[in-house]
Protein backbone atom coordinates (compact mmCIF):
# COMPACT_ATOMS: atom_id res chain seq x y z
CA UNK A 1 0.00 0.00 0.00
CA UNK A 2 2.91 2.59 0.98
CA UNK A 3 4.54 1.54 -2.59
CA UNK A 4 1.54 2.46 -4.62
CA UNK A 5 0.81 5.34 -2.30
CA UNK A 6 4.39 6.53 -3.62
CA UNK A 7 3.73 5.67 -7.11
CA UNK A 8 0.79 8.01 -6.97
CA UNK A 9 2.21 10.68 -5.38
CA UNK A 10 4.98 10.48 -7.84
CA UNK A 11 2.67 10.38 -10.63
CA UNK A 12 1.00 13.18 -9.75
CA UNK A 13 3.81 15.51 -8.89
CA UNK A 14 4.46 15.48 -12.65
CA UNK A 15 0.87 17.57 -13.07
CA UNK A 16 0.60 20.63 -13.42
CA UNK A 17 -1.40 22.40 -10.52
CA UNK A 18 -3.53 25.25 -9.46
CA UNK A 19 -4.74 27.28 -12.65
CA UNK A 20 -2.44 25.81 -14.72
CA UNK A 21 -3.35 22.49 -13.72
CA UNK A 22 -7.11 23.31 -14.79
CA UNK A 23 -6.49 24.61 -18.02
CA UNK A 24 -4.17 21.76 -18.83
CA UNK A 25 -7.16 19.74 -17.91
CA UNK A 26 -9.49 21.18 -19.92
CA UNK A 27 -7.66 22.31 -23.38
CA UNK A 28 -5.88 18.37 -23.32
CA UNK A 29 -10.21 17.34 -23.14
CA UNK A 30 -9.63 15.28 -20.41
CA UNK A 31 -12.92 13.09 -19.75
CA UNK A 32 -14.18 12.38 -16.26
CA UNK A 33 -16.80 9.90 -17.68
CA UNK A 34 -15.73 8.94 -20.84
CA UNK A 35 -17.81 11.10 -22.72
CA UNK A 36 -16.40 14.06 -25.08
CA UNK A 37 -16.91 17.61 -24.25
CA UNK A 38 -19.21 18.53 -27.09
CA UNK A 39 -21.50 15.50 -25.99
CA UNK A 40 -21.39 16.79 -22.30
CA UNK A 41 -22.26 20.00 -22.93
CA UNK A 42 -25.19 19.28 -25.29
CA UNK A 43 -26.76 17.16 -22.94
CA UNK A 44 -26.21 19.82 -20.37
CA UNK A 45 -27.69 22.08 -22.52
CA UNK A 46 -31.03 19.84 -23.35
CA UNK A 47 -31.51 19.19 -19.62
CA UNK A 48 -31.74 22.86 -19.20
CA UNK A 49 -33.93 23.58 -21.97
CA UNK A 50 -36.20 20.81 -20.44
CA UNK A 51 -36.37 22.61 -17.64
CA UNK A 52 -37.61 25.69 -19.85
CA UNK A 53 -39.88 23.81 -22.00
CA UNK A 54 -41.75 21.88 -18.48
CA UNK A 55 -41.92 25.45 -17.14
CA UNK A 56 -44.38 26.45 -19.86
CA UNK A 57 -46.18 23.25 -20.02
CA UNK A 58 -46.47 23.10 -16.68
CA UNK A 59 -47.89 27.22 -16.60
CA UNK A 60 -50.42 26.67 -20.05
CA UNK A 61 -51.61 23.08 -18.11
CA UNK A 62 -52.14 25.76 -15.06
CA UNK A 63 -53.93 28.90 -16.84
CA UNK A 64 -55.82 25.83 -18.67
CA UNK A 65 -57.16 24.64 -15.36
CA UNK A 66 -57.80 27.71 -13.90
CA UNK A 67 -59.76 29.96 -16.18
CA UNK A 68 -63.13 30.52 -16.04
CA UNK A 69 -63.46 31.42 -19.24
CA UNK A 70 -64.29 28.60 -21.74
CA UNK A 71 -61.47 27.52 -23.51
CA UNK A 72 -61.13 26.80 -27.41
CA UNK A 73 -61.18 23.61 -28.58
CA UNK A 74 -58.47 22.81 -30.29
CA UNK A 75 -59.88 20.47 -32.73
CA UNK A 76 -62.25 23.39 -34.31
CA UNK A 77 -59.43 25.95 -34.22
CA UNK A 78 -56.65 23.97 -36.10
CA UNK A 79 -59.27 22.40 -38.17
CA UNK A 80 -58.75 22.53 -42.41
CA UNK A 81 -61.51 22.87 -44.92
CA UNK A 82 -61.11 20.47 -47.77
CA UNK A 83 -63.88 20.47 -50.59
CA UNK A 84 -66.26 21.74 -47.74
CA UNK A 85 -65.34 19.25 -45.25
CA UNK A 86 -64.01 20.67 -41.83
CA UNK A 87 -61.31 18.38 -41.14
CA UNK A 88 -59.74 18.37 -37.21
CA UNK A 89 -55.97 19.11 -36.68
CA UNK A 90 -55.53 18.01 -39.98
CA UNK A 91 -52.76 20.46 -40.68
CA UNK A 92 -50.91 19.26 -37.18
CA UNK A 93 -51.07 16.24 -38.13
CA UNK A 94 -49.08 16.59 -41.18
CA UNK A 95 -46.59 18.67 -39.06
CA UNK A 96 -46.07 16.17 -36.34
CA UNK A 97 -45.54 13.30 -39.29
CA UNK A 98 -42.99 15.42 -40.84
CA UNK A 99 -41.59 16.00 -37.34
CA UNK A 100 -40.95 12.08 -36.43
CA UNK A 101 -39.99 11.61 -40.11
CA UNK A 102 -36.98 13.55 -40.02
CA UNK A 103 -35.89 11.34 -36.62
CA UNK A 104 -35.64 8.95 -39.06
CA UNK A 105 -33.59 9.99 -41.58
CA UNK A 106 -30.93 11.76 -38.66
CA UNK A 107 -30.91 8.56 -37.13
CA UNK A 108 -28.96 6.84 -40.39
CA UNK A 109 -27.30 9.73 -40.91
CA UNK A 110 -25.37 9.44 -37.45
CA UNK A 111 -25.23 5.89 -38.74
CA UNK A 112 -23.69 6.55 -42.01
CA UNK A 113 -21.39 9.20 -40.61
CA UNK A 114 -19.90 6.53 -38.49
CA UNK A 115 -19.30 4.56 -41.31
CA UNK A 116 -17.48 7.51 -43.09
CA UNK A 117 -19.91 7.80 -45.93
CA UNK A 118 -20.36 11.44 -46.30
CA UNK A 119 -22.14 11.32 -49.32
CA UNK A 120 -24.73 10.14 -47.44
CA UNK A 121 -24.60 11.43 -44.26
CA UNK A 122 -24.88 14.57 -45.68
CA UNK A 123 -27.55 14.01 -48.26
CA UNK A 124 -29.87 12.35 -44.71
CA UNK A 125 -28.71 15.60 -42.62
CA UNK A 126 -29.92 17.80 -45.47
CA UNK A 127 -33.48 15.49 -46.16
CA UNK A 128 -33.71 16.31 -42.20
CA UNK A 129 -33.22 20.18 -42.78
CA UNK A 130 -35.26 20.40 -45.37
CA UNK A 131 -38.35 18.57 -42.91
CA UNK A 132 -37.71 20.97 -40.25
CA UNK A 133 -37.87 24.13 -42.88
CA UNK A 134 -41.40 22.41 -44.13
CA UNK A 135 -42.63 21.98 -40.39
CA UNK A 136 -41.62 26.07 -39.62
CA UNK A 137 -43.36 26.64 -42.73
CA UNK A 138 -46.19 24.88 -41.83
CA UNK A 139 -46.12 26.31 -38.80
CA UNK A 140 -45.88 29.93 -40.12
CA UNK A 141 -49.05 28.86 -42.30
CA UNK A 142 -50.54 28.14 -39.14
CA UNK A 143 -49.98 31.49 -37.54
CA UNK A 144 -50.78 33.49 -40.39
CA UNK A 145 -54.47 31.67 -40.45
CA UNK A 146 -54.88 32.29 -36.75
CA UNK A 147 -53.76 36.17 -36.94
CA UNK A 148 -55.47 37.08 -40.10
CA UNK A 149 -57.87 34.54 -40.31
CA UNK A 150 -59.31 34.34 -36.42
CA UNK A 151 -57.96 37.30 -35.10
CA UNK A 152 -56.02 35.74 -32.29
CA UNK A 153 -53.72 37.84 -30.75
CA UNK A 154 -51.15 37.07 -27.51
CA UNK A 155 -52.74 39.43 -25.48
CA UNK A 156 -56.64 38.41 -26.48
CA UNK A 157 -58.76 35.72 -28.30
CA UNK A 158 -61.99 35.94 -29.81
CA UNK A 159 -62.06 32.68 -29.46
CA UNK A 160 -62.48 31.89 -25.79
CA UNK A 161 -60.16 32.85 -23.02
CA UNK A 162 -57.52 35.66 -23.57
CA UNK A 163 -54.52 33.36 -22.22
CA UNK A 164 -54.86 30.96 -25.39
CA UNK A 165 -53.37 33.45 -27.82
CA UNK A 166 -50.20 34.02 -25.30
CA UNK A 167 -50.27 29.77 -24.65
CA UNK A 168 -49.98 29.25 -28.21
CA UNK A 169 -47.48 31.47 -29.56
CA UNK A 170 -45.17 31.38 -26.55
CA UNK A 171 -44.89 27.73 -27.09
CA UNK A 172 -45.02 27.07 -30.20
CA UNK A 173 -43.22 29.96 -31.38
CA UNK A 174 -40.19 28.90 -28.67
CA UNK A 175 -40.46 25.55 -30.37
CA UNK A 176 -40.25 26.54 -33.68
CA UNK A 177 -37.46 29.02 -33.12
CA UNK A 178 -35.45 25.92 -31.93
CA UNK A 179 -36.80 24.16 -35.35
CA UNK A 180 -35.30 27.01 -37.20
CA UNK A 181 -31.74 26.85 -35.03
CA UNK A 182 -31.86 23.11 -35.66
CA UNK A 183 -31.89 23.30 -39.32
CA UNK A 184 -29.33 26.05 -39.53
CA UNK A 185 -27.38 23.86 -36.90
CA UNK A 186 -27.63 20.83 -39.46
CA UNK A 187 -26.71 22.47 -42.82
CA UNK A 188 -23.84 23.98 -41.22
CA UNK A 189 -22.73 20.95 -40.11
CA UNK A 190 -23.72 19.10 -43.66
CA UNK A 191 -21.67 21.06 -45.49
CA UNK A 192 -18.55 20.38 -43.45
CA UNK A 193 -19.37 16.73 -43.90
CA UNK A 194 -19.67 17.21 -47.48
CA UNK A 195 -16.52 18.72 -48.02
CA UNK A 196 -14.17 16.72 -45.87
CA UNK A 197 -13.54 18.36 -42.52
CA UNK A 198 -13.76 15.64 -39.97
CA UNK A 199 -11.87 13.17 -42.90
CA UNK A 200 -8.93 13.80 -41.41
CA UNK A 201 -9.18 13.36 -37.58
CA UNK A 202 -11.88 10.58 -38.68
CA UNK A 203 -14.21 12.03 -35.84
CA UNK A 204 -17.65 12.44 -36.97
CA UNK A 205 -18.85 13.18 -33.43
CA UNK A 206 -20.56 16.51 -34.22
CA UNK A 207 -23.01 14.55 -36.48
CA UNK A 208 -24.51 12.70 -33.39
CA UNK A 209 -24.64 15.72 -31.15
CA UNK A 210 -26.32 17.39 -33.57
CA UNK A 211 -28.45 14.06 -33.60
CA UNK A 212 -29.23 14.59 -29.94
CA UNK A 213 -30.21 17.95 -30.80
CA UNK A 214 -33.19 17.41 -33.25
CA UNK A 215 -34.02 14.03 -31.09
CA UNK A 216 -34.95 16.57 -28.37
CA UNK A 217 -36.67 19.15 -30.88
CA UNK A 218 -38.86 16.19 -31.55
CA UNK A 219 -39.67 14.71 -28.61
CA UNK A 220 -40.53 18.03 -27.06
CA UNK A 221 -43.14 18.15 -30.50
CA UNK A 222 -45.05 15.31 -29.31
CA UNK A 223 -45.76 16.65 -25.44
CA UNK A 224 -46.80 20.08 -26.70
CA UNK A 225 -48.68 17.76 -29.58
CA UNK A 226 -50.38 15.98 -26.66
CA UNK A 227 -50.81 18.69 -24.22
CA UNK A 228 -52.39 21.41 -26.36
CA UNK A 229 -53.72 19.64 -29.26
CA UNK A 230 -55.19 17.26 -28.33
CA UNK A 231 -56.42 18.05 -24.85
Keep these: MEQHSQSTAQDLSGLPSGWRGFVADWSSDQRAFKVSWGKAMMWIFLVSDTFVFSCFLI ?44 SGTMAMAVHFAYLRDRAKAAALMLATAAFGATFVSLQAFEWTHLI ?42 AYRVLKGRYEKSGNYQIVEIAGLYWHFVDLVWVFIFALFYLW
Design 148 to 189: LGEGVRPWGSPLGAAQFGASFFMITGFHGLHVTAGVIYLLTV
Design 59 to 102: GYMTVRISTTVVWPKPREVFALSIGGVSVPLLLIAIMTFILISS
